[in-house]
């Protein structure tokens, strides 16, 4: 009896290692699969063309042209919008970090980039927009970047908030008996300190921004051109890949694969690379 | 105090400057930051305050009940009835935590019980990579994979099998753009954000815990289930609370699989349209028919709604479970 009750035990055991094997392999599998399509189709359509030039007369039937407006509009809107965000989240997460002296206050700040972290993308996109109607703009580079950065705000803040939590209490403390006051230990030795986890918090708004459709579909409009000013329209890769995936023309689609190729490998970059780079940079860092 | 000893950095600029303003300064910045810290809540509130003023126009003419229980949209006759929208969000959203929640469940368990630090430490950047890709990027392995792969095999099954008598798996769509391929989809998209909030909470079960247990000759799934989880259990409902507002806002790729259709679905294999989808379809075109804009912003609105009520009830539990936020 007792001998049957513990082979039960095992066979539980058996099964229940096993059907995490299989969700195991079901996870890394989707990632696999979703990798693989994107190269497979990708990679034909891919050509030096689509890199390096603007879509030409008649693209969108099949014609010559590329993607680079696509390419460096997300580029712009991405970097902008990371740069205003950077600008927010540094002093909110320092603040949070040195000068908070009311618990209460921490919690309500954290609790509401919480929140806004969850607010879908979508709801960022209507939201920017109004802002838009507001100040008279239409739908240019400066609306996209003022919806992604908004958008991007709350991911970097807590990311950042997060890593300097890790700031060893010793080195702030060596700081301040030093007479250094609480800017001077933020500036020159907690932001120094925590310089690898704040470039990835950096790096990981970025790839967010540069990846979303929903908050630029109607602030930053769409176009052929590369923009010249802050107040024109300008196109992304995100919404390259909806609108061409679109068309009824074959070409066209495959030119949207490819697209959605190269969005994953800038993507895709951007994750590893703030890896490597927070890596590289944790040298200059007190162990 | 002389102070030149505050050679913290190499810069000298801030160490030659006089008591009073370097004093000065740190007040002033300790001023400014707190403003900047001002910003997430103006910010969310001004979300809510926007939308709710944008969308009065509709909410002053029609009874807000009619608006969320109304079936017809026909925007050119001033019909705006939320209510095949609303379900269809929650349908898909249903469908995708359906899915992905056993099997990240699992592997998230695997993760903090089972599985060696070497495949912890590879694991987690494959997971991130996974988090990392873009919506637009999961639509496209959508239509190409999911929507044909549920048009072909998952359909016709469940069609020959179960579809006569039970409805939620009848098929009356020709296509593979339903709500099984957005719930799919979704869920591979959720399943990174689940599994991350699953293993922090499991990784927050105090150690001693499982020892005691596995001390009494329980087994480790033994321990994993009455000693692990029940303590986790709190957390893990909180994570998944969360991930299904990521999944109730999802646009770009469930817009691109889920057929948009404004009707009020019955099957998993129908046609639905949840609400970023209607909006991200809509805003910005014809915004001369009256009201259009309002209603569309009003649907912004719900959408914000559930979210906020969502997020703030999870991050509250999750807060105090794991104490810190989860990415």
């Known amino acids: 009896m007792k001998r049957r009750r513990l082979m039960k035990r095992h066979i539980e055991e058996g099964i229940v290692k096993a059907m ?40 969108y039937l099949g014609k010559e042209g590329g993607i680079l407006n696509a390419i460096i509009g997300s580029l712009y809107l991405a970097g902008g919008a990371t740069l205003i965000a950077l600008l927010l989240s540094l002093p909110i997460a320092l603040y949070l970090r040195s000068y908070v002296r009311n618990a209460r206050r921490a919690d309500i700040v954290r609790l509401a980039m919480d929140v806004l972290w ?86 990981l708004a970025f790839g967010r921004g540069i990846g979303d459709a929903a908050s630029v579909l109607f602030t930053a409009g ?66 | 105090m002389p102070a030149k000893f505050i050679a913290l950095s190499s810069r000298t600029r ?46 002053a003419i029609k009874p807000i009940w009619d608006l969320l229980t109304g079936e017809t949209w026909k925007p050119l006759q001033g019909e705006f009835g939320f209510f095949p929208f609303i379900v269809g969000t929650v349908w898909v959203t249903v469908v995708s935590m359906f899915l992905a929640v056993p ?13 060696q630090p070497a495949v912890r430490t590879v694991t987690k950047p494959l997971i991130d990579l996974l988090a990392a890709i873009p919506s637009v990027v999961y639509g496209v392995w959508g239509i190409v994979v999911i929507v ?54 499991m990784h927050a079960v105090p150690e001693g815990m499982r020892e005691a247990s596995l001390a009494v000759g329980a087994t480790r799934w033994q321990t994993i289930r009455y000693a692990v989880l029940p303590r ?59 009201l259009y804009d309002a209603a569309l912003l009003g649907a912004a609105l719900i959408l914000l709604l559930i979210v906020l009520v969502f997020n703030i009830v999870a991050t509250l539990v999750l807060r105090n479970v794991i104490g810190r936020p989860v990415e």
């Open chain 1, 20 to 59: 995490m094997a299989l969700s195991f392999l079901l996870v890394a599998g989707s990632l696999g699969i979703i990798l693989m399509t994107v190269i497979v189709k990708g990679l034909p359509a891919l050509n030096l063309a689509m890199l390096t030039q603007t879509p030409k007369g008649g693209y």
């Open chain 1, 118 to 203: 969850g607010i879908p993308s979508i709801v960022y996109g209507a939201f920017g927009f109004t802002i838009m109607l507001a100040l008279g703009l239409r739908a240019s580079l400066l609306g996209g970047i003022i919806a992604l950065a908004l958008l991007e705000m709350p991911i970097m803040t807590r990311a950042i908030d997060e890593v300097l939590r890790m700031m060893p209490v010793d080195l702030e403390q060596a700081s301040f008996a030093l007479g250094s006051t609480r800017l001077e230990t933020a500036l020159y030795v907690v932001i120094r300190q925590m310089l690898p986890g704040i470039v990835t918090a950096v790096l």
């Open chain 1, 222 to 287: 769409y176009t052929d051109r590369i923009p010249t000013s802050l107040l024109r329209p300008v196109a992304s890769l995100p919404l390259a890949v909806f609108f061409q995936l679109g068309t009824p023309f074959p070409e066209v689609q495959a030119r949207a694969y490819a697209s959605a190729l190269v969005l994953t490998v800038i993507v895709l970059t951007v994750s590893l690379g703030s890896r490597w780079l927070a890596y590289k940079l944790g040298k200059y860092a007190i162990k």
């Open chain 2, 14 to 59: 801030s160490t030659e400057a006089s008591l009073p303003r370097r004093r000065a300064s740190d007040f002033l910045a300790g001023k400014a930051f707190s403003l900047f810290a001002l910003l997430p809540p103006v910010i969310a509130l001004a979300m809510l305050i926007a939308l709710l003023l944008r969308a009065r126009p509709i909410l």
């Open chain 2, 103 to 115: 099997p990240c469940l699992l592997t998230a368990i695997y993760l903090a019980e089972y599985a």
């Open chain 2, 148 to 201: 044909p792969w549920v048009e072909d095999y998952i359909a016709p099954f469940f069609g020959r099998w179960l579809g006569r008598s039970i409805p939620l798996f009848a098929v009356t769509n020709p296509t593979g753009f339903s709500i099984l391929a957005g719930g799919i989809v979704l869920a591979v998209m959720v399943a990174p954000f689940i599994i991350a909030v699953t293993y922090e909470v």
């Open chain 2, 232 to 290: 986790a259990t709190p957390g893990i409902i909180a994570g998944v609370v969360l991930g299904s507002s990521r999944a109730l806002g999802e646009t770009m790729a469930v817009l691109m699989v889920v057929g948009n259709v404004a009707k009020v679905p019955s099957s998993i294999f129908d046609p639905a349209y949840p609400l970023p989808a209607l909006i991200a379809n809509n805003y910005g075109e014809m915004l001369s028919i009256p």
